[in-house]
Nanobody, 116 residues
Framework: QVQLVESGGGLVQAGGSLRLSCAASGSIFSIDVMGWIRQAPGQQRELVAGITSGGSTNYGDSVKGRFTISRGNAKNTVYLQMNSLKPEDTAVYYC??????????WGQGTQVSVSS
């Protein structure tokens, strides 16, 4: 089992920045991929970004060039630096991890709201 605790959400004006953090505990030796997805009201979940244990990253098209994902030195923490935020970035952001066996675990979500 892996437990995830997210932090860093909040309200920001358009053009501003926020940094989300997610710390994993439990069976962290099994973690391969860490990442973020988001869900806005009435919309489907959308991949924001992911990063593998080897450091490879991928981003959703809507955030490329604005968001940066990274992992901490201990590899059990993942960060999402969000710059040039837009109102359409408003959503609940969920941290997730995938184990080497393909199991996925989710955080409780953190709200990001961007005002115009």
């Amino acid at each position: 089992q892996v437990q995830l605790v997210e932090s860093g959400g909040g309200l920001v004006q358009a053009g501003g920045s926020l940094r989300l953090s997610c710390a994993a505990s439990g069976s962290i030796f099994s973690i391969d991929v860490m990442g973020w997805i988001r869900q806005a009201p009435g919309q489907q979940r959308e991949l924001v970004a992911g990063i593998t244990s080897g450091g490879s990253t991928n981003y959703g098209d809507s955030v490329k060039g604005r968001f940066t994902i990274s992992r901490g030195n201990a590899k059990n923490t993942v960060y999402l630096q969000m710059n040039s935020l837009k109102p359409e970035d408003t959503a609940v952001y969920y941290c997730y991890v995938e184990s080497h066996l393909g199991l996925r675990y989710w955080g409780q979500g953190t709200q990001v709201s961007v005002s115009s």
